[in-house]
């Protein structure tokens, strides 16, 4: 049986960057131990591109980078917060905060853990598995 893909918006604090994403009601989202997550309490909710829309705010995103450069963490640079980002895990996707969603459309979330602090351990294959569209 299929879950059904609802539309959930999102941004970051100031409402400069707004977004919106496809994802089920009931969120399969992931917290991750590594240098950058746990400092940030990031809540990663992780699409392929293709169900993510960036509404606005394209002009205020910062990006850092550090040790490999493959992820690009994109900050609003008016309020601060990583609303999304492109992640190591899935350079092809998008990774959305999910404590940045609007309130109303998530029924819930279920938080699985992702040992980044041990990432070639963790990803043997350097990446997770690929998104399904
Ligand atoms: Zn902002």
Not at 68 to 76: K, V
Not at 112 to 126: A, C, K, V
Request: glycine share 10%; charged share 20%.
């Amino acid at each position: 049986m299929m879950t059904e893909i609802i539309r959930h918006c999102g941004g970051c604090h100031c409402g400069k960057v707004r977004f919106e994403v496809m994802a089920p009601a009931l969120l399969e989202v992931t917290e991750c131990n590594c240098s950058m997550c746990s400092k940030a309490g990031y809540l990663h909710l992780i699409v392929p591109k293709s169900r993510f829309t960036l509404l606005s705010g394209q002009e205020c995103l910062q990006t850092y980078q550090f040790n490999t450069g493959t992820a690009r963490h994109l900050f609003c640079s008016v309020c601060g917060v990583k609303s999304f980002y492109i992640p190591r895990s899935h350079p092809e996707g998008v990774s959305v905060n999910a404590r940045c969603l609007d309130e109303g459309t998530a029924t819930g979330m279920q938080v699985s853990l992702t040992d980044g602090r041990n990432w070639e351990e963790f990803y043997p294959q350097g990446r997770g598995a690929p998104l399904q569209d």
